[in-house]
């Protein structure tokens, strides 16, 4: 079946303007998640869903990062006033259960802030 | 201390060599233990799922949890150009985090033809 899907592939902004990535998850999958992903840094955890709830945001960097999720499925994360530092690779995943299960994860959005 | 360690290479190996990648964690709450490839401009696919101590077995991969040293290992049989990749330890734990993985920082692998 099909896989978790993300776009834009990449994105280019000028600093200070917003953006909106975009994820469809596997279908079926409860959970979804958006990591972050910096050259030397590792994989980042953002924020988790189970359905359309958000029970852990803990990993936004700050209140210029947001992120939806719709009819438990289709997922946005928002960068408003983007600074060079949110230049990265933004991973969304998802997964079954969301609990003791594995994740699965999209190409990623290859984000440059100019 | 981080929670997870993975030493990031490079390890280069000529084609058809054993390769041994290895992990270090800290939180013996863990009791899952993913391995993830990624591919340049990829997104990281699983490539090995366990549970507790033990081995488990696909293929030319062969994954290996020792909790009690809190070490986990993977290791690739008959090594393949196409193996060429960034390898990711991840972990995820019981009781508050059964849902949120964490990952070492991935060593990056190169197998030579």
């Known amino acids: 079946g099909a896989g978790v899907s993300q776009s834009p592939s990449n994105k280019v902004t000028e600093k200070g303007k917003d953006v909106e990535l975009r994820c469809d998850p596997i279908?079926?999958?409860?959970?979804l998640y958006w990591y972050r992903q910096s050259l030397g840094q590792g994989l980042e955890f953002l924020i988790y869903f189970q359905g359309n709830s958000a029970p852990d945001k803990s990993g936004l960097p700050s209140d210029r990062f947001s992120a939806e999720r719709t009819g438990g499925s289709v997922s946005t994360l928002t960068i408003q006033r983007t600074q060079q530092e949110d230049s990265a690779v933004y991973l969304c995943?998802?997964?079954?259960?969301?609990?003791?299960?594995?994740?699965?994860f999209g190409n990623g959005t290859r984000l440059t802030v100019t | 201390q981080k929670e997870v360690e993975q030493d990031p290479g490079p390890l280069s190996v000529p084609e058809g060599a054993i390769v041994s990648l290895n992990c270090t964690y800290s939180n013996s709450a863990f009791q899952y233990f993913m391995w993830y490839r990624q591919y340049s401009r990829k997104g990281p696919e699983l490539l090995m799922y366990t549970y507790s101590s033990g081995n488990k077995e696909d293929g030319r991969f062969t994954a290996q949890v020792d909790k009690s040293s809190k070490y986990i290992s993977l290791f690739i049989r008959d090594s393949q150009p196409s193996d060429s990749a960034t390898y990711l330890c991840a972990t995820l734990g019981g009781g508050g985090s059964n849902y949120k993985l964490t990952f070492g920082k991935g060593t990056l692998l190169t197998v030579n033809p």
């Open positions: 995943a998802s997964s079954f259960t969301g609990r003791n299960s594995p994740l699965h």
């Open positions: 279908s079926g999958h409860t959970a």
